[in-house]
C-alpha cells in the first residue's frame, strides 16, 4: 500500500462536530480481549479500509448515517463512573478518523483516572502521517495494534490481535519500545 493510499485511510478526519465523538456502539467495561487488565472499550464509527472478513462491518460507515453522536463530556463521565478499569481501549471503525475526540478522551483517562490507553487501528504505524491529528493521538498511546485484519492470516491464538500481520506496538511518547 503507497504513502498517498495510507494517507486516504484516517485523512481527512470524519466531519463530527467539535466536542462530540460518533461511537457505534455503547461504551463497555470490564473487558478482558481488548487489552491488559480490566478495561473499558469505546467503539468508533467509521472506517474506509473494509477488511474482508471484519467482526464490525456496521462500523465502516462514516457519512455520519450510522453510529450515534455523543458529547465527548459525557463518555468522560460515563467511563468516571466505571470502578475497577485499569484501561481504555479505542476499537471501531478506525479510531484515528477520529483523533481529536479520541486524543480529548484519551488524555481524561490518563491524567484524571490513571489509566493506561490502547487504541486499535487498520494502518500500518510508521505510514501514519507525522504531520497529522492521528499522529498527535498515537503520541498519546501506551499500545497501538497496528495493520488490517487480513482473513487469510486469521490466528485465534494471537493475544489481543485477529490476524499474523498485526503488531501490539508499546509505545512511549509515539516511539515503540517493544513489539510483540
Known amino acids: 500500500m503507497t504513502q498517498k493510499v495510507e494517507n486516504k485511510l484516517c485523512q481527512p478526519q470524519m466531519d463530527v462536530p467539535e466536542g462530540y465523538i460518533l461511537m457505534s456502539g455503547p461504551?463497555?467495561?470490564?473487558?478482558?480481549?481488548?487489552?491488559p487488565g480490566l478495561r473499558a472499550v469505546l467503539w468508533t464509527q467509521g472506517c474506509r479500509q473494509h477488511c474482508?472478513?471484519?467482526q464490525n462491518p456496521e462500523?465502516?460507515?462514516?457519512s455520519g448515517a450510522a453510529g450515534t453522536l455523543v458529547k465527548i463530556e459525557d463518555v468522560k463521565k460515563e467511563l468516571a463512573s466505571f470502578k475497577?478499569?485499569?484501561g481504555l481501549t479505542f476499537c471501531g471503525g478506525e479510531p484515528l478518523l477520529q483523533a481529536k475526540a479520541c486524543l480529548e478522551i484519551a488524555k481524561f483517562v490518563k491524567e484524571e483516572l490513571g489509566w493506561n490507553v490502547w487504541s486499535f487501528t487498520g494502518l500500518i504505524f510508521?505510514?501514519?502521517?507525522?504531520d497529522s491529528?492521528?499522529?498527535e493521538f498515537v503520541e498519546y498511546l501506551d499500545a497501538l495494534i497496528d495493520g488490517p485484519f487480513i482473513l487469510?492470516?486469521?490466528d485465534l491464538t494471537l493475544k489481543f490481535r485477529g490476524s499474523q500481520n498485526q503488531r501490539l506496538l508499546h509505545l512511549n511518547h509515539g516511539e515503540i519500545?517493544?513489539?510483540e
Open 27 to 35: 461504551l463497555e467495561r470490564d473487558s478482558i480481549v481488548n487489552g
Open 52 to 54: 474482508p472478513g471484519c
Open 59 to 62: 462500523t465502516w460507515d462514516d
Open 84 to 86: 475497577g478499569q485499569t
Open 126 to 130: 510508521e505510514k501514519i502521517p507525522k
Open 133 to 135: 491529528e492521528a499522529w
Open 152 to 154: 487469510a492470516k486469521r
Open 177 to 179: 519500545v517493544s513489539v
